[in-house]
């Protein structure tokens, strides 16, 4: 072995123990994730692809789940769901609003009401009522 081999060695070592940072303490996520690992070593040693049986692993032991990230879309769709179910109330509203108005609507021409006062009344009620509607959202 040559001289350049070694050194190129030495510093692939140190780089990946930089990275790996093998002498640090370790954080509760990585002892949990060794943990696993070390309770489950002879799984590793029968994979026939060692990378997939370590996020295997991680993954039944729940250590790949983002807590943080889960609680966030938790938050966001209960978020989404209120506003969905304001929405739903405000359309039901709207659409109580304007049958009562065509109801009346009807009632007044059945009674000999003038159309065109009929017909601008029931502008005015649901211009109202779309108003209110946009209020609201």
Do not use: F
């Not at 790996?20 to 590793?44: F, G, I, Y």
């Not at 304007?98 to 000999?112: H, I």
């Amino acid at each position: 072995m040559t001289d350049t081999y070694q050194t190129g060695l030495a510093e692939a070592a140190r780089k990946a123990a930089a990275i790996l940072r093998e002498d640090a303490d370790r954080t509760r996520p990585e002892k949990a994730a060794l943990d696993v690992l070390r309770e489950r070593a002879w799984v590793l040693w029968h994979a026939h692809d060692r990378d997939l049986g370590v996020v295997r692993l991680l993954s039944a032991a729940g250590l790949l789940r983002d807590a943080e990230h889960e609680e966030q879309a938790l938050r966001a769709a209960v978020a989404n769901a209120k506003a969905v179910e304001a929405q739903r109330v405000a359309d039901a509203r709207l659409i109580s609003t304007l049958g009562e108005a065509v109801e009346q609507a009807c009632g007044r021409l059945e009674a000999g009401g003038d159309g065109r006062e009929v017909a601008e009344w029931l502008r005015a009620v649901r211009k109202a009522a779309w108003d209110a509607h946009d209020r609201t959202h």
